[in-house]
């Protein structure tokens, strides 16, 4: 259960890692579309969530790692405020919500950093991200935000491992992932366009909490990794990519894709291919344990994929070689996956190498593996996504064979056939436990039988 | 129809009202949620897309004034936009979508803008709404960005009076208006959140277009008046204001308020404030024409309901003392209406007053009266919103009370049975004609009669 006693135990634990300075973690303010007025959905800002709880514009938490005290800034509510938002709730309430008493005004903010400034601390602050932050951080201290490496480390340190209020949020949000996917199956008839499926998933999420975790990826084009064009008409057959996420009213973030047939029928081709990123899934998830380097997961995905693909005689060669040398990135170019909490590529704010890697686990340079965002050890209590996927990219492949990259390894003649098939990519969110790893939520219909069933 | 030729007339006419000088008009950039690569969906800028039609982020268009060349500046797509979000156009091609033949990379564009700085040109932008964009003016021009009057007053003159392609859409978009405030009407039971029928409603404007043109207003507390929370769960007799708008593809918004019984049948308390304050919706939809002050139509409203109020026995005295004295703004404490275009505020990021209000109609300071959006004499091709409202705000009501605000024109006693009664606003967007207004698309159910017939 979240409880003010949730945000002041996760404050405390934050200065024991700390040890000495001001930090600072300002909460987000609203985010204009097309006037200053006319805002976005408010997101509060994911590290002033996990330490404060309030979802809110317009607050800035204040935790004085030397005295252990933690402050909350921002305006009381006006009564224009109670006319036109609703907004009654007065600062004080707000601050004892998260277990926090010391309030003050903006301008006390002010006071309180530019003495810090004075008095030589280290005001510690983390990257910020949106343009109003860095404005408003550098107002604060007088100068350039450099972020804080102490912090940052610290931050990941306890965001890494979800607390059980965390495990039973993120589980509880899979039940309108599960309902947003099938969904899709329900709806992915000849005749529909992408934006009807995509408009009704995007709805469902809003119907039972904050909306999307990110912009829904939906297309016919699965090819096209982040896509986010909604604009065709579906024809029977068409095989479409369905990744997307639900936001919790905490703010949790849900992250699932399912490749679905137009239809309701997989051809022989397309079973083909999702066959082997589905043995990909599985074996990740056999494997996936505490312990082990989430690398060699992607590892393990490549090679099934490799072999997979060399059955279908469009790789050849040894496997091994051909994953050292990055030529299952053809079809196979990004990375397995990524933690996920409070934001769906959770902490990626803080810099996603200091997020998914460490001492111990440098980021690759070569093409594909270097889009790997975790690769570091896994512990229990991680979350983290297992997406392996295989597409046909045409421009790629284009330039792969113009270039003779990887050749010993890839039979670009056999790829013509290929070059409308789309992709396909299969996502669920693991847990790891003790022992092991679990799919969090009931698994979403991913064999080829579920799916057809669902969709029938 | 939108065509190349509709944004190179535009820019023709600019130039022609702005005379001299360099016009710098950038697009949008992504907005980011949580973290910089998890954005909110795009909303390009509206000036931009009105001058340039072009809807994808990073461009920015100039227009040389004196020389008379339009030039578009951005980044031509790479492998790893091909790979990653499918763009494919160069910017040369999107160029030509809107008429113009000469582009450059945004160095091109600093070295365009720093060399006419230099030559102590005039560079003429726009107030910036985004902290992004005022980074992005003031690197531009090595200063702190500052409005040109001139370019605000050449895009409110050109933006204001509606072209035949323009009021096509707006009538098209109606429809989608239509389909989601009949969807709340069905939707609006006891026993449903009030998050079902707004997220409900979001899916169908992302269904059909762009999505909302500003955050859903959908609540059983209609006396807050942009209230965005929908936690409530709806019984029997609740009264819901419903406030949104489309957005359709092109961008161009709709916005209409409908006050829905919870169970399909208004009370005989609720008919009574219900039809006044349709009685002052119809009363300016048959009075507003060309060369009328949109003021005048404000107070007409008021009238109306200053009128209605007395026959409640809920207000008193004379009427035209009691709306000159602002007597009726402790009920109707918002303005009548705003243009409505590409923004649904139409051109608010210019600044409201030079929108609404010229050398002929001044802002009032007085309560009510001085949120008025738009004050200044009706044109035909203008595009307004006609939306009176009735509100019961408990702690307006107290303040006014304990201070005597208005005790001549106001019966504070009889008020107490209305403490929890809510709101009732009721828009419709009108065209205004060469010779009156028209409501624009199919009128949404707005009699009592209409509204629980199509709840029925």
Redesign the interface.
Known sequence: MFSSNTYATRRDRLIALVKSGLILIPGNTD???????????F?Q??TFLYFFGLDEPGLTGVIDADSGESMLFGEDPT?ED?????SFEPLQQKAERCGISNTGSPEKLNEKVAQAVAEGRIIHILPP????Q??QIAALIGSEPKASQVLINACVTLRSVKEACELAELEKAMEVAYLIHTTAMHMAKPGVYE??I???????????GAGIS??IILSK?GQ??????HHNLLAENDLVVVDAGFESYRHYATDNTRTIPVGGRFTQKQKEIYDIVLAANNAVLENAKPGVLFRDMHFLAATVITDGLKQLGLMKGNTAEAVASGAHALFF?HGLGHMLG????DM??YGETFVGYNHEVKRSEQFGTAYLRMARRLEPGFVVTNEPGIYF?P??ID?WQAAGTNSDFINFDKLTDYRSFGGVRLEDTLEITSHGARVMGKRIPITVEEVEREMA
Not at 31 to 41: G, Q, V
Not at 82 to 86: A, D, E, N, S, V
Not at 224 to 229: F, R
Not at 342 to 345: E, G, N, Q, R, W
Request: proline share 5%; aromatic share 10%.
């Open positions: 985010s204009p579309m097309n006037y200053r007025a006319n805002i976005y959905r997101r800002d994911s009564m109670t006319i036109w938002i609703g991200y949106r343009a109003e860095q404005m934006s009807e995509a408009g009704t998933m995007e709805g469902l999420t809003l119907k039972y990110f912009p084009n096209i990794l982040h896509n986010h064009h170019p409070l934001d769906v590529h990626e704010n990219i421009a790629l330039q």
